[in-house]
T-cell receptor, first 115, second 114 residues
């Protein structure tokens, strides 16, 4: 079963605009990760935010985490055509032990950047 | 450094057949996980292996099995294929430590069952 739900399911914006995607999840987590997927291929890791962090930046990406609301957001600033992809949030809710890192994915947001 | 590699890239099988998918983790990574992604859905966890031992199993039937070799590469086997097994199969590797490590995914194997 899916742990999270991304919102919106699909988003189309003009190149240069900012894109914001949201993720909600159901259980307590250890960390939350965002991934990008182009055309049904492999997942590219974007950023990991731990449960004791509230905000994290990486280049044009900004991720926030609100554990009280069980939600996260991914902001992509100054979007480019190459950002067109599906974006997934994934949560790690397992107990920390060697090798226990099962990820539970949301349903994804399909982002289209219009040149 | 090479990322996670998977083979084959694409595979077409018929119902009832058996399939073996292969994964080589990033050098130094000891944990390998397998995920199934059906079209239009997010990936679903199938198995995780660490130091050649199964550490986690998702809600998949016994037709699915996996193993990890001494060099940390891994195989996913699916027996008695069903049409519903058609999906992208993703392998991910991580260091496998006490903290929630980043998982790095391979390009996937696209399995089509006819």
């Amino acid at each position: 079963s899916q742990q999270g739900e991304e919102d919106p399911q699909a988003l189309s914006i003009q190149e240069g605009e900012n894109a914001t995607m949201n993720c909600s999840y159901k259980t307590s987590i250890n960390n939350l990760q965002w991934y990008r997927q182009n055309s049904g291929r492999g997942l590219v890791h974007l950023i990991l935010i731990r449960s004791n962090e509230r905000e994290k930046h990486s280049g044009r990406l900004r991720v926030t985490l609100d554990t009280s609301k069980k939600s996260s957001s991914l902001l992509i600033t100054a979007s480019r055509a190459a950002d067109t992809a599906s974006y997934f949030c994934a949560t790690d809710a397992g107990f920390y032990s060697f090798g226990n890192e099962k990820l539970t994915f949301g349903t994804g947001t399909r982002l289209t950047i219009i040149p | 450094d090479a990322g996670v590699t998977q083979s084959p890239t694409h595979l077409i099988k018929t119902r009832g057949q058996h399939v073996t998918l292969r994964c080589s983790p990033i050098s130094g990574h000891k944990s390998v996980s397998w995920y199934q992604q059906v079209l239009g859905q997010g990936p679903q966890f199938i198995f995780q292996y660490y130091e050649k031992e199964e550490r986690g199993r998702g809600n998949f039937p016994d037709r699915f099995s996996a193993r990890q070799f001494p060099n940390y590469s891994s195989e996913l086997n699916v027996n008695a294929l069903l049409l519903g097994d058609s999906a992208l199969y993703l392998c991910a590797s991580s260091l496998g430590g006490l903290k929630g490590d980043t998982q790095y995914f391979g390009p996937g194997t696209r399995l089509t069952v006819l």
